[in-house]
């Protein structure tokens, strides 16, 4: 059963060999064919061949579903008062996660579950057809085939005078319980969190047990977590807002195995300095954005967002933000069936309720996702608004 979907004002495809030939492979009238949950042609409309069925998207943009490489959805509690005391002048440290550690302790798996459910929805609402699910705060993932094991975010109170014992913790019997749940293993290596030593033990450990590693590193203060993620080959290294020109450099040495992913959200939450995406851009790193939905330091799931706060504050070109929401994170996955509107990928869409992507940092706030089309199909999970 295929369905061609035409009346695309403007298509981006992230296919550089499509339309004006940028980055993005803009097609101006452009149409899609799908074929179940894939995408078997891309083109102009006026050679789209014919399918089963059609729909007329009224000249919309049409761009790939935002992947988001980067949240914690599994959680309890929330801490908007917090946020409060900070933006009106305390200061973000590491430690806050505590307060959402015992919450989420405390909470039974079923408010677990509807907390994340009520997320994934938020996710699909906004456009984002993939996400990763960091593990933590007490708790591991089953929504998404991007689940990541986040042993080592924060030390538990209990283990504050046995940093080795927490340690041992992670890397031994916690580890043996997430690893077949999970795909991916991640450290928090930061001041206030963990060390290199500590983090390259517990990354070490998750390797063995065929996991591939991805970092936080180099959000509170500059550090040696970036340089770690290259020489580990990690898929990603998250937030680098203090990253220094060496680690710029490593990052552009090692674009095709380790994505440099910037979080607009926690800078904005915290009231942080903001990475210059340009200076990692221009180096030659490969870029992703993402959430890092979470109830401490950036309570968000528009990528919308992300993306606008990248554009007016981050000096990403709009462009570059589209193309680091949808295909920088699908690199920081390692997934090439996503991320792109190509022949042979995922029919992972979102129909823009305005003539251009640039709308989407032009118009910030505003809830232009129209449609999400989820593997071919309209997206059920969205709710009633
Ligand atoms: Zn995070």
């Known amino acids: 059963m295929t369905v061609l979907y035409r009346g695309i004002g403007e298509l981006v495809t992230n296919d550089p060999s499509q339309g004006d030939g940028s980055a993005l492979g803009i097609i101006d009238d452009g149409a899609i064919v799908v074929d179940d949950d894939r995408i078997v042609w891309v083109g102009e409309r006026l050679h789209a061949p014919d399918a089963d069925s059609c729909a007329d998207l009224g000249g919309s943009s049409v761009i790939p579903g935002f992947v988001d490489s980067h949240a914690h959805l599994v959680f309890a509690g929330e801490r908007s008062a917090e946020f409060a005391a900070r ?12 307060t959402t550690v015992a919450a989420t302790r405390a909470a039974d798996d079923s408010t677990l579950a509807a907390g994340v459910e009520r997320l994934v929805n938020e996710f699909l609402r906004g456009g984002v057809t993939t996400f990763e699910c960091k593990s933590g705060y007490g708790l591991t993932g089953h929504h998404t085939a991007e689940t990541t094991f986040l042993g080592a975010h924060v030390i538990p109170p209990e283990f504050r005078e046995d940093r080795d014992g927490y340690v041992d913790l992670v890397a031994g019997p916690m580890l043996d319980a997430c690893a077949p749940l999970a795909r991916w293993i991640d450290v928090f290596c930061d001041k206030g969190a963990f060390d290199v030593d500590e983090t390259r033990a517990i990354l070490g450990a998750g390797v063995a047990a065929g996991l591939t590693p991805r970092l936080h590193a180099g959000q509170l203060g500059p550090g040696g977590g970036i340089q770690l993620a290259v020489e580990l080959r990690a ?24 994505v440099a992913t910037l979080l607009p959200g926690a800078e904005f939450s915290t009231r942080a300095k903001w990475p210059d995406g340009k200076r990692f851009i221009d180096a030659g790193v490969t870029v992703a954005l993402a959430t890092d939905c979470n109830p401490g330091s950036s309570y968000t799931t528009s990528m919308a967002f992300c993306i606008a706060v990248a554009v007016r504050d981050m000096n990403f070109s709009p462009a570059q933000a589209l193309w680091s929401a949808t295909a920088g994170g699908a690199a920081a996955l390692r997934r090439d069936d996503i991320g792109a509107l190509a022949v042979g990928r995922r029919a992972d869409l979102v129909r823009l309720d305005a003539p251009s992507y640039l709308h989407l940092a032009y118009r910030p706030g505003v809830p232009l996702v129209g449609d999400v089309v989820l593997g071919g199909r309209r997206s059920t999970r969205v709710g009633a608004n």
């Open 87 to 98: 933006m009106t002048g305390a200061p973000y440290a590491a430690g806050g996660i505590a």
């Open 235 to 258: 898929a990603s290294v998250d937030h680098c807002t203090y990253a220094s020109d060496t680690d710029i450099e490593a990052l552009a040495a090692a674009a095709d195995t380790t």
